[in-house]
């Protein structure tokens, strides 16, 4: 069974740039949720994707954007970073249906904006 | 909206000792509640979970009770191992509306010396 995986694991942007993150879902699992994790904190939800749609957001502004693909992968796009988006991006994967509140996670993407 | 509060770490340990980390959480429904664990350089992983009022969840030696009158779900294990280093986070997931989130607590640091 293979777990969830994100890429990049780091990277380095200035403020006013757009970024990527890219994040393989577990298998078998077709809900796909986005949380960003500041240094100290516990991690803040984004936005979930379930077959293809947003399925629920958090209190992130528009330029957090999202995309999940028929097999189940997912894009997390921020554009015009700001200095406060310096944070670990972490992936998470469950099962849509018979929803256990369980979450599988990846590593994280570690953003730092200059 | 809900909320989940920890106890503040750092917390040091000398192994074999007892362990408890408080976790109170705020909720306008019945939610299911929630350990992950984060060791270094890994992603969050589920320790244990709880549904309902009254349940204990339990895995690997750790065991958190859900308890409604008190709006609690404190972390124990009666006797931590080295191995045990890591940062812990209480989280909550609130099934009454549409929101499919985690909300989970700043985490604390768990440091155990041999």
Known sequence: ETGVTQSPTHLIKTRGQQVTLRCSSQSGHNTVSWYQQALGQGPQFIFQYYREEENGRGNFPPRFSGLQFPNYSSELNVNALELDDSALYLCASSSGTGDTGELFFGEGSRLTVL | ?114
């Open chain 2, 1 to 114: 909206g809900d909320s989940v509060t920890q106890m503040e770490g750092p917390v040091t340990l000398s192994e074999e000792a007892f362990l408890t980390i408080n976790c109170t959480y705020t909720a306008t429904g019945y939610p299911s509640l929630f350990w992950y664990v984060q060791y270094p350089g890994e992603g969050l992983q589920l320790l244990l979970k709880a549904t309902k009022a009254d349940d204990k969840g339990s895995n690997k030696g750790f065991e958190a009770t859900y308890r409604k009158e008190t709006t609690s779900f404190h972390l124990e294990k009666g006797s931590v191992q080295v191995s045990d280093s890591a940062v812990y986070f209480c989280a909550l997931r609130d099934f009454s509306g549409s929101a499919r989130q985690l909300t989970f607590g700043s985490g604390t640091q768990l440091t155990v010396l041999p």
